[in-house]
């Protein structure tokens, strides 16, 4: 129930393309779903987060699309450039206010390939 | 922009042995982190740490592993005696909203 499901494992997209990258959850006490990206021997860096009282966020080339009765939230990549190759991680905050404090669940990542 | 900072960025130690990682999060965050990454594997939560004292901890924060905020701006995560099995990113990250990650530490165990 804590897991968070991410696919594809790896994806290659052409430059210019749009890249999707799929996650599903179980536990309803997540309250936050960020993304993150991370090139290779650095930290993840928050790119884009939802709430799940939101179905969709645009920022930029960048938006998350929520399902909230499927469980399911998937990130787009419009205009997919070779700068964007990296892995990407969903993850889901757990109760910032209660006793899980914030802790991140994170999905399996998704290494990203854009051929230029 | 303020940043999550880690020392060192790699630590290479024999079986055994015990490590510190240090971090410095960033001044105004209430909430610290640990986190693991196992070379190719997902992120994995290690610990929290709000109002100097330990919040939750994974099944992997077994007696082995420790924190300690020893003053206003460090936090650290102390392994007693390293197994092989510890070598990977470590992580520290720090919030007010959502988690801003350090850049990490490889550790290594030989």
């Known amino acids: 129930q804590q897991q968070v499901k991410q696919s594809p494992q790896s994806l290659i997209v052409q430059k210019g393309g749009i890249s999707i990258i799929n996650c599903a959850y179980e536990n309803t006490a997540f309250d936050y779903f960020p993304w993150y990206q991370q090139f290779p021997g650095k930290g993840p860096a928050l790119l884009i987060a939802i709430r799940p009282d939101v179905s969709e966020k645009k920022e930029g080339r960048f938006t998350i699309s929520f399902n909230k009765s499927a469980k399911q939230f998937s990130l787009h990549i419009m205009d997919s450039q070779p700068g964007d190759s990296a892995t990407y991680f969903c993850?889901?905050?757990?109760?910032?206010?209660?006793?899980?404090?914030?802790?991140?669940?994170f999905g399996q990542g998704t290494i990203l390939t854009v051929h230029p | 922009e303020p940043e999550v900072t880690q020392t060192p960025s790699h630590q290479v130690t024999q079986m055994g042995q015990e490590v510190i990682l240090r971090c410095v999060p960033i001044s105004n965050h209430l909430y610290f982190y640990w986190y693991r990454q196992i070379l190719g594997q997902k992120v994995e939560f290690l610990v929290s740490f709000y109002n100097n004292e330990i919040s939750e901890k994974s099944e992997i924060f077994d007696d082995q592993f420790s924190v300690e905020r020893p003053d206003g701006s460090n936090f650290t995560l102390k392994i007693r005696s390293t197994k092989l099995e510890d070598s990977a990113m470590y992580f520290c990250?720090?919030?007010?909203?959502?988690?801003?990650f350090g850049p990490g530490t490889r550790l290594t165990v030989l």
């Open positions: 990250a720090s919030r007010v909203g959502l988690p801003f």
């Open positions: 993850a889901a905050r757990q109760d910032a206010g209660g006793t899980s404090y914030g802790k991140l669940t």
